[in-house]
């Protein structure tokens, strides 16, 4: 558990800079900064949708497949309660901050409850499904509407067709794909990463795909800007062969979930090498209060940007720094909260309510 809560502090401040790169209109550059940056989007949120699979393990492991049991049902109505609360909370959140994920996640766990009494090797099987169905839905409908791609505005999300349109195809983390992590989390969640050759042999698989997946989409892209006598159009191939999160093809779902494992596994090794250094105990308490954090790091962190006016234009290095004192002041938070209270405020509030509902 310290591991994958330090897992969770890890994917709240990868988060927190991409956040805080979009919603302060950084313009590109080619700065190591900028690279950075880059390469935290779309994987920081894989790996938190993918810690929160491994997480449903966790509270559900005392049930069979197919078990009938009240223990399995007990399981199967927490997730879906929890389900329920996540996609309220995050509807309500949607007006202040259009990218949230919560009410995606709320979608995800009442899927959840349904296959977590699966099998491993269904479980693997659904999240391909997911994965995979996409790019044919991606044929079948228009990836673009209702989208604004200037400002990032989605029209038309409070009608029945847009809401759902936007929960399952073309949103900032549709069911389709991105409930394929949630599931392949879950399937992670039943691995043995206490068993040091287990993780070696997560961590090697997940390194190979991870390359594999980059060098062979830049070899198509490459293939194609460099054969321009084959009158391959160039931006449709830019966008097949994109292991960007939009539209989040299989590619990027694979290559996401690698970046993902590659850091879960870090974060084993951190846990076991340096269990009782200040560091680790700190980021353990930070990744405690995860659903606090992110919620506090639109409502104070970005309110307070926009009261120093510093969400337009501004450079690479003024984004990060922002992010890293929201990181900072997070960790600080997180260690002198639970030092005096068992869980962070926002976990306490969802657990009363879970309980009531």
Known sequence: MIAIDIARAIAIFGMVIVNFKIVMNVQNDDSFSYVFA???????????????GIGITFVTRNTGRFDLTS????????????????????????????ADILHFYGVYFIIAAFVFTLNNRSLLLISGFFIFAFPLLLFCFDYNHGWDW??????????LDGMFRHLFFNGF????P?????VFGMWLGRQDLLNPLVKKQLLVGAITILVVTELLFYGVRLFAETHSELAIDP??????SSTSMIPPLPQYMLSAASSAVIVLVGCFYLADKFQSSK???????????????YVAHVILGMGILDSLGLLNNQPIGVALFSAFLFC???????????????????EWVFKKLVKRA
Do not use: D
């Open 38 to 52: 880059g390469l935290l989007e779309g994987r920081a949120s894989a790996l938190f949708v993918i810690l929160a």
């Open 71 to 98: 223990e399995t049902t007990k399981s199967r109505w927490l997730l879906i309660k929890r389900g329920v609360l996540l996609m309220l909370l995050g509807l309500a959140y949607v007006p202040i901050w259009e």
């Open 150 to 159: 200037n400002t990032l505005t989605y029209h038309g999300l409070w009608t």
């Open 173 to 176: 983390h549709p069911v389709f």
């Open 178 to 182: 991105w409930c394929g992590f949630l």
């Open 235 to 240: 931006e449709l191939i830019s966008l097949l």
């Open 279 to 293: 560091l680790s105990q700190w980021l353990t308490q930070t990744g405690q209060v995860s659903l606090t954090l």
């Open 328 to 346: 900072f002041s997070s960790i600080v938070f997180s260690v002198c909260w639970l030092n005096k209270f068992k869980t962070g405020p926002l």
